[in-house]
Structures are given as structure tokens and as C-alpha cells.
């Protein structure tokens, strides 16, 4: 268990302080999958940077298995790092090394021998697809392969605990969809708790199991991923995770439109539109101002905004149409707000 508990950081610069984050408190189960997300500048690298003491918070505590690691020593946390290794969206590999030294690097800072250092390489390379590549450089690899032999490489000392700071942002989706399933795959094998740091609701939605949002270096909300995306109660959150179907992405107009956020949480798709349904069994007609649906297994996911035209007692019973459904969630959005 990972437990950041009131976690604060100050930075000192030529124009004053930066409070780059406020007071953060996340849980992380192990074995869990965890995502922080927020907008560039939100304090997502610099809370990875805490987690593994690269800097030391202003004030709180981290406590990993029940150790807080900020009260350890630089020689004390040089044995907690072997357990808490990271990969970046740079990769950050040896270009003068083959693949297969690169992997072995930290066994070699380790004090592991040259061959039973070069054997585990070989069974990680193995591990994340790239067993032919031993020989190979990082400037022969694409990009996905370079991120796989980051991943072989954080993995070499058995860690604990992988941090991923934007991993996949310099890669194509497909590929870091590949990447993704990889870690998921990882994660399962080796039991290994993963923290994803990202501003791309995508990989969230795609990997990760629980979540915190940050904004402006605060915790603004965290659960499991399905409740905080399906029903978003933080600003911060809502423009995450409703870019375009978010009240201060609208046009207001003078028409007195009141608009209706539907949510699908794996709602049974039907062949019979929803809308228009509401509109010849109601006589309630809305407009589509933004949809994002998509079906999976016969099962609607995502999300749409609805404009309608007409009092609060014809908006409440839209709203009661549409979440006597079930897995569909519904709330009026306050484009003053």
C-alpha cells in the first residue's frame, strides 16, 4: 500500500515560491493500476517525483508497506529505488548500448555478475516481445520497441512498485495501445502496482483502475475510474473528462435551451434511437449539441449533451426518461457555472 498523506511542495525561484502541489492525500492499493491525470502544469510530475523521492515534499508524508520514505537517508533510499523504478516518455535508453545492456545497467549498479545480469536481461527482453533484439541499439527500435526495452530495463531489479510519467504521449495509438496491454499484462503476471501519470483520459479509461484528478496541484477528486468518468462532480474533472461536451466549451443562446448531460456506462444498445424515442413517447424534443458514443459488445459507452427547450418540469421528466434506463446517467448542466 501506498499511502501519500497531506503531501505539499514549494518551490523557491527568483520570483518567489511555487506551490506546485497543496495538500495531496491519494491511497494506492497494491497490485492496483492507478491513474493521475490532469492538464500540463496540473503537479502530476512533480507528485511521480515525490513518490520516489527525487524531491522531497515540503510537508506530508509517503509511506510505502507502512515506511515513511521521507524520513530515510540518501543511502537508505538508494535500496528503496531498486523497488520503485520508472519509465518516461523519452525513454531515456543508452544509445551506446545494445539492447540487451541496457537491461543490464541496474543489474550491473546492482553488483549482479556480468552473466547472471545478462541472463535475466534475456528472460525480460523475452518477456516484453523483443527477445530477437538483444544485439540491436535504440536507434534501430521504434519507438514502441524502445519503450518496451524501458520497461524490460525498470523491471530488471524486481520492483514493486512502476512508474510510468507520460509514457505513451510520444506514441502512435496504436502502439501505445500495444504498450498499454503490455503493462496490463505485467501488472497481472508479477503483481506489480502500476501509477500512471497522463493527461490522456484514453489510456485512463484503457488500463487503469482507480483515479485522481489533479488542478492546480490539488486533489479534486479520485475513485474508481467507472464512477468518477461516468458521473464527474469536480470542474476540473468534468473538462477532462467532457472536453467538448463541457458548459464552458458552449454557445448560449437566448432561446431559453436548457442542456442535459447523458451518460452511457454500458447501457444495452438498442436499435431504436434514444432520443428520438423521449420525443414520440414524451413530446419532449432535444437537440444533440455534442456526442461521443461508442458500442462495444452491444453495450453503449460515452457520453452526449442535450439542448431542450422548456420549463424545469419538462427538463426533470427528460431526465427521468433517460435514467429509468439502466447504466444511463443524466444531470443538468449549468452553462453559468
Same mark, same amino acid.
Given at each position: 500500500m501506498i499511502e501519500i498523506k497531506n503531501v505539499s511542495k514549494q518551490f523557491k525561484t527568483a520570483e518567489g515560491s511555487v506551490q506546485a502541489l497543496k495538500n495531496v492525500s491519494i491511497s494506492i492499493p497494491d497490485g492496483d493500476i492507478f491513474g493521475i491525470i490532469g492538464m500540463s502544469g496540473a503537479g502530476k510530475s512533480t507528485l511521480v517525483r515525490c513518490i520516489n523521492m527525487l524531491e522531497r515534499p515540503t510537508e506530508g508524508t509517503i509511506e510505502i508497506d507502512g515506511v515513511d520514505i521521507c524520513k530515510l537517508s540518501e543511502k537508505q533510499l538508494? &535500496? %528503496?529505488?531498486?523497488?520503485? *523504478?520508472? +519509465?518516461?516518455?523519452?525513454?531515456?535508453?543508452?544509445?551506446?548500448?545494445?539492447?540487451?545492456?541496457? =537491461?543490464?545497467?541496474?543489474l550491473e549498479l546492482a553488483g549482479i555478475s556480468k552473466a547472471e545480469a545478462k541472463k535475466r536481461a534475456q528472460e525480460l527482453l523475452e518477456i516484453v516481445g523483443l527477445g530477437d533484439k538483444a544485439k540491436a541499439y535504440p536507434a534501430q527500435l521504434s519507438g514502441g520497441q524502445q519503450q518496451r526495452v524501458a520497461i524490460a530495463r525498470a523491471l530488471a531489479t524486481d520492483p514493486k512498485v512502476l512508474l510510468c510519467d507520460e509514457a505513451t504521449s510520444a506514441l502512435d495509438p496504436t502502439t501505445t495501445n500495444s504498450i498499454l496491454e503490455l503493462i496490463r499484462r505485467i501488472n497481472e503476471k508479477l503483481g506489480i502496482t502500476v +501509477? +500512471?501519470?497522463?493527461?490522456?483520459? &484514453? !489510456? !485512463?479509461?484503457?488500463?487503469?483502475?482507480? !483515479? $485522481?484528478?489533479?488542478?492546480?496541484?490539488?486533489? *479534486?477528486?479520485?475513485?474508481? %475510474? $467507472? $464512477? =468518477?468518468?461516468?458521473?464527474?462532480? &469536480?470542474?476540473?474533472?468534468?473538462?477532462? !473528462?467532457?472536453? /467538448?461536451?463541457? $458548459?464552458?466549451?458552449?454557445? %448560449?443562446?437566448? &432561446?431559453? /435551451?436548457?442542456?442535459?448531460?447523458? %451518460?452511457f456506462n454500458g447501457a444495452e444498445a438498442t436499435g431504436s434511437p434514444l432520443i428520438a424515442r423521449m420525443a414520440v413517447e414524451k413530446g419532449i424534443e432535444a437537440s444533440i449539441a455534442y456526442a461521443s458514443t461508442k458500442s462495444i459488445g452491444g453495450k453503449a459507452y460515452g457520453s452526449m449533451l442535450l439542448g431542450i427547450t422548456g420549463d424545469e418540469e419538462t427538463v426533470k421528466t427528460a431526465i427521468a426518461y433517460l435514467t429509468k434506463i439502466p447504466d444511463v446517467l443524466a444531470e443538468v448542466v449549468n452553462v453559468h457555472d
Open positions: 538508494r &535500496s %528503496v529505488r531498486r523497488e520503485i *523504478t520508472m +519509465i518516461f516518455q523519452g525513454f531515456n535508453l543508452l544509445m551506446q548500448r545494445n539492447c540487451l545492456k541496457n =537491461v543490464c545497467f541496474p +501509477i +500512471i501519470i497522463t493527461h490522456q483520459m &484514453s !489510456v !485512463v479509461e484503457s488500463i487503469c483502475k482507480h !483515479v $485522481a484528478i489533479l488542478d492546480n496541484g490539488e486533489v *479534486t477528486e479520485q475513485g474508481e %475510474v $467507472a $464512477a =468518477v468518468f461516468s458521473h464527474p462532480k &469536480s470542474s476540473a474533472a468534468r473538462k477532462l !473528462v467532457f472536453p /467538448e461536451g463541457n $458548459a464552458d466549451s458552449l454557445v %448560449v443562446s437566448d &432561446s431559453g /435551451e436548457q442542456f442535459i448531460r447523458v %451518460v
